[in-house]
């Protein structure tokens, strides 16, 4: 895999990069339910000058917009920048995972590599020893892998 190409998907494992996604969203809500609750004390229970009920609320109302709006600005930015940073330890299981499958399946395997800057780089090296050797061990013993018996199974 080039170390240059570009990812083409969003999620690589929904399982983890969902739950990851879930988790910020989680704290945004507790962070914003935390800027209500301090907002509404400190504009109307605690808000000293005007003792009018309606300039306070109204207050309320118009700082609590701006919050929220800032909120809803921040949460993007925060799921966008989780799934990037995820990207960079999930990609390389994915790619791991799909190259020991290939083998499990007795199909030879490329040796792979990881992208500038993902995780797991230390695992390329042990699963490539690996894969060469079975690869070797397979060319030495000339037994026909699954897709080899398949194809020979489709022209007899």
Not at 19 to 41: E, K, N, P
Not at 62 to 91: C, E, F, K, Q
Request: hydrophobic share 50%.
């Amino acid at each position: 895999m080039s170390k240059h190409k570009l990812r083409r998907r969003l999620f690589i494992d929904r399982a983890i990069q969902g739950a990851l996604v879930g988790r910020v969203a989680l704290y945004w809500l507790c962070g914003a339910i935390l800027q209500v609750l301090l907002l509404a004390y400190f504009s109307i229970i605690a808000g000293a000058g005007s003792s009018n009920i309606h300039e306070k609320s109204s207050e309320f109302w118009t700082t609590l917009g701006m919050a929220a709006l800032s909120s809803a600005v921040v949460l993007p930015l925060l799921v966008i920048d989780i799934v990037l940073l995820s990207h960079r330890w999930v990609g390389p299981i994915h790619r791991l995972k799909t190259a020991m499958q290939g083998l499990a399946r007795g199909e030879k395997v490329s040796e792979i590599s990881f992208r500038k800057g993902d995780f797991w780089q230390d695992l390329a090296g042990p699963f490539n020893a690996v894969a060469r050797r079975m690869n070797s061990l397979a060319a030495a013993s000339h037994e026909p892998s699954p897709m080899e018996e398949a194809e020979a199974a489709v022209h007899a």
